[in-house]
């Protein structure tokens, strides 16, 4: 009888045991995650004993993880990473070295030799990275002062891991067991970490740009998601040959493509890749627990998971509440921060083969690491249904709370902000009701001061927008501010409250754009219609009777909503938009210039203003008509 293929039996295997747990622990609440760790368990070497080489599936599912922190940092732009650069390296720093300098010392104090306390603590100090920004993500709090926090906190974690590594290899020749290496060695090594990156940034900057929308140009869109793939496996190679963390180079790769205009692209193509991969991840977590060393010693085990874990929380809590993290946030943020993580495998491992941890404790500290990786979905359970309610209770509540009933309103807004509420107030004096939803508790409290009604929640949950009336609403406003959220709403009311009306609020030509690939056909630019009054002002001071400048801009509207009418359908090939602009532009200059010459002849007594009879186009550069720049969402 002929026999299959290895890939095809594991392959098999894998995903029969992720179908078949994953959906058991979502319908009984516990999360995709766990699902994932008991499928593992379950075809590991402690289970039913259906894989072995479990390092081999753990260093390839990696690779999950790499893609994750790809995607995180596309939604990065450089200036928004420039602005987390304080937390950072000031709140990361703080969290990693004060973890750290408590978990040494109680190991330590527990008599442990001090090259082991300091591997150890610096190892348990670390936190998963995919656990944390899985569940950040699912809960949609990754834009939330706690969410940002917990983000910079693990990227210094993944910065810090290269130092930690090198303090491993430092301490294992420092007790006769490693290699050493000489001073040349160690400066030609840290050359090259320095080459890499900046190989990287300069290659982001003036190669990857280029190069994507040639292949894109090939409009084959199998070769594209080829050479997104490609991108990401290159950088995490390069990052390898120099003893860097992956994660570190795809991030940096994501965060050097988040302004352009492939990064949806991107995200599309990579998005089911990451997210079978950190399935397979935390499949091989599952199966790389080792229950025989904790069951030598279960006591020790469950010492070092108790332990590290309240240790790192003590810490963690007390940094959120030194920032001013909302009370509401803490729970959480210090839960997902408090586990032990992937690093740490690679952290144990490296000193258990430098001689800096003895062979049975670094596997005693992987398993209490794997349990407690383990542990942080359920533990999230029970802290969504019984801690946090409690919690919440005895401590000052959000002016408005969650809604907890169904709304019949027949307007439901998403966003109270400068936009939204100008909305509201117009609903409100012509008695028409709306359920309004925001995400900000400051917006919250001043919406209460003035009379408001308006529920704390995230409008892109779908369970949210059902509990707001959304299958019985008439009209969806769209006025949150992020493009992002505002594309994720849209699409949830298109998929699952088709009758809905959607008016939306764009934030620039490509939103617009956007809104219109999803169908929604209601859109108003912001600063649209502000921007054409301050500019009816501006031609009255230099001249214009009212009358004029009132038909002036009243015809300049008209022509740059059709304008963006036409430039639509070639939104997404940059060269012929720009072409329509120019067109567009060009001609509305060739007919305003023809009327004032027709209105000069016949007011020849009369007087133009400065500069009014001149060319319509401002010289660009050297002289020339071009204009100086045009921005992608400019018109």
Known sequence: MPHAPAWLNYAFLYLSAAVLTVPIARALGLGAIIGY???????????????????????FAEFG???MLFLVGLELQPTRLWSLRRPIFGLGSAQVLGCALLLCGAALLAGLPWRVALVGGLGLALSSTAIALQSLAERNVLRTTSGESAFSILLFQDIAAIPILALVAVLGTASGSGAGHSPDAAALEALKVVGVIAAIVLGGRLLLRPLLRWIARSRTPEIFTAAALLLVVGIAYLMVLVGLSMALGAFLAGVLLAESEFRREL??????FKGLLLGLFFIAVGMSIDFGAMLRAP???????????????????????????????RPVFTLLLAQGGEFAFVVFQAAAGAGALPGEMASLLIGAVALSMLCTPVLLVVLDRFVLPRYAATLRAPPEGEISEPQTAPVLIAGFGRYGQIVARVLLAQGIPATVLDHSVDILEVARTFGYRVYYGDATRLDLLRMAGAAQARVLVLAVDAPGPSLKIATLAREHFPHLKIVARARDLTHWNELRDLGVTQVQRELFESSLASARSVLEHMGLEEAEADALVVRFRLHNIALADRMYPHHKD???????????????????????????????????YPGYGQDAQAPGPEGTSEPKNISKNGL
């Open 37 to 59: 760790l008991a499928a593992g368990i379950a075809i590991g070497p402690w289970g039913f004993g259906l894989v072995s080489n479990v390092q081999d599936i753990l260093h």
């Open 65 to 67: 993880v790499v893609l």
């Open 267 to 272: 995200e599309t193509d990579i998005e089911p």
């Open 299 to 329: 006591l020790t085990v469950a010492l070092l998971l108790v332990g590290f874990v309240l240790i790192k929380s003590v810490v963690i809590y007390a940094l959120a509440r030194g920032v001013k993290i909302p009370y509401q946030e």
């Open 574 to 608: 940059q060269a012929r938009m720009i072409a329509v602009a120019r067109e567009g532009r060009n001609q509305l200059a060739e007919q305003l210039a023809k009327e004032r010459e027709e209105r000069t002849l016949r007011n020849a007594a009369g007087a133009d």
